[in-house]
């Protein structure tokens, strides 16, 4: 196994002088509190200097007055197998996501595999291996929740029960292969969530060769747990059934940034006027043809920041709490037992913002100066991001 590659063991880590708390709660998306502890990779402590044991650390870092918020996930990736996608031929894209504050990414199918198994043995063959690659191997410590097979004709029940039992925890976006039709879908989500497997479906026109345009109706009928890039990924359905989606089902409602802005945004608003933010998440939907973004998700929290006009405290709660939440993960909240998995930001250097939270309504992107995975450092300053104005340091072991 890679133990070198993020899987180490973190002794007791203490991150003091704390600026601003974001929880990723959306009940409670600002914490009164100044230093967080963590030890063996989990949160042991939330509060204020005074009242924190910060004794026998291992590892001190200084915020220097920064922002804390739990690491960010992304809901909706594309990835194949290590730090490599074929999709732009590119090395490292996890790494430059990792500088853009994303310390979780959750499969939506390996799909850009060259010659991705079609029959079912193959694709849960493919399944199985990519599940395992990924939990023995983090690309720069970044957690790949991968392994997420590409539903086809023929399964039965009993392959989601081999599936699961082999330790697959997700499905691929339903309508990439062979499967585009809601009753059949609908047969197999409500197989794959028997066996706990989290289950999202693909909404709205084709994307990649064999796919095609999934409706409101295929969606609705299917009962995924994701209304996958609700904005379409790329295409997007026509508002009206977007509206009718939001309404209608109960599901999480994903927001890509490979979508449609529009869409997007009338997906939020939807979403705001009938007090369900809870059930919205974001994504990039990289690698695509759009490329990959390493500061995907942080534009995404920008830009439903500024222009749906969500407080930026609560935006980050999208990117955080409710995807752990609707995905089942221990990570996305600062909270006792919880992973220590962090980002620390500040505003960028002459952003008119005037703190990190004015600087992302304004739209601009915050700077990263820090990640945190499991309680251990992960990255410094961000080569991606502009640059902070204060920047957190490691100040004792
Ligand atoms: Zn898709």
Redesign the pocket.
């Known amino acids: 196994m890679a133990e070198a590659q993020g899987t180490a063991a973190a002794g007791k880590l203490v991150i003091r002088n704390i600026g601003l708390m974001l929880s990723g709660d959306l009940a409670k998306p600002i914490l009164d509190a100044d230093t967080v502890t963590a030890d063996g990779g989990r949160i042991t402590a939330v509060g204020k200097a005074k009242d924190v044991d910060q004794e026998r650390a291992t590892v001190v870092v200084d915020a220097k007055g920064t922002t804390l918020a739990p690491g960010l996930i992304d809901s909706h990736v594309h990835p194949v197998f290590g730090d490599w996608t074929p999709r732009q031929t590119q090395l490292n894209w996890i790494d430059s996501f990792l500088h853009g504050g994303v310390t979780t990414m959750i499969s939506?199918g390996e799909v850009h595999l060259p010659g991705r198994p079609k029959d079912i043995v193959g694709l849960k063959a493919l399944a199985i291996t990519a599940q395992r690659a990924f939990a023995g191997f983090r690309p720069s410590g970044v957690k790949v929740h991968a392994g997420a097979p590409v539903l086809e004709h023929g399964m039965v029940e009993n392959d989601f029960k081999e599936l699961a039992a082999a330790g697959v925890t997700l499905l691929g976006?339903v309508?990439?292969g062979g499967v585009k039709a809601g009753a059949e879908a609908r047969q197999m989500v409500a197989w794959a969530r028997k066996y706990g497997i989290n289950s999202t479906i693909?909404t709205g026109g084709p994307?990649i060769p064999g796919?095609g345009l999934i409706d409101k109706d295929v969606v609705l009928e299917a009962d995924a747990d994701v209304i996958?890039?609700i904005n379409g990924?790329h295409t997007a359905l026509p508002i009206e059934q977007i509206l009718e989606l939001c309404v209608r089902s109960k599901r999480a409602i994903e927001i890509v940034h490979n979508g449609n802005e529009r869409a997007a945004l009338f997906a939020l608003r939807t979403a705001r006027e009938a007090r369900q933010l809870e059930r919205v998440i974001l994504g990039t939907?990289s690698p695509a043809g759009s490329g990959v973004q390493p500061l995907g998700i942080l534009r995404m929290v920008a830009m439903l920041c500024c222009l749906g006009e969500i407080p930026p405290e609560q935006v980050f709660c999208f990117a955080t709490g409710n995807t752990a939440r609707l995905r089942k993960l221990d990570c996305g909240l600062i909270e006792v037992g919880r992973s220590a998995d962090f980002v620390l930001m500040d505003r960028a250097q002459e952003s008119a913002g005037k703190t990190l939270l004015e600087s992302v309504a304004v739209g601009d992107l915050p700077g990263v100066g820090m990640t945190i995975i499991d309680g251990v450092v992960r990255s410094g300053r961000s080569r991606n991001t502009p640059p902070a104005v204060a920047i957190p340091e490691v100040v004792g072991h």
């Open positions: 939506a976006e309508g990439l693909h994307s796919s996958g890039h990924g939907d």
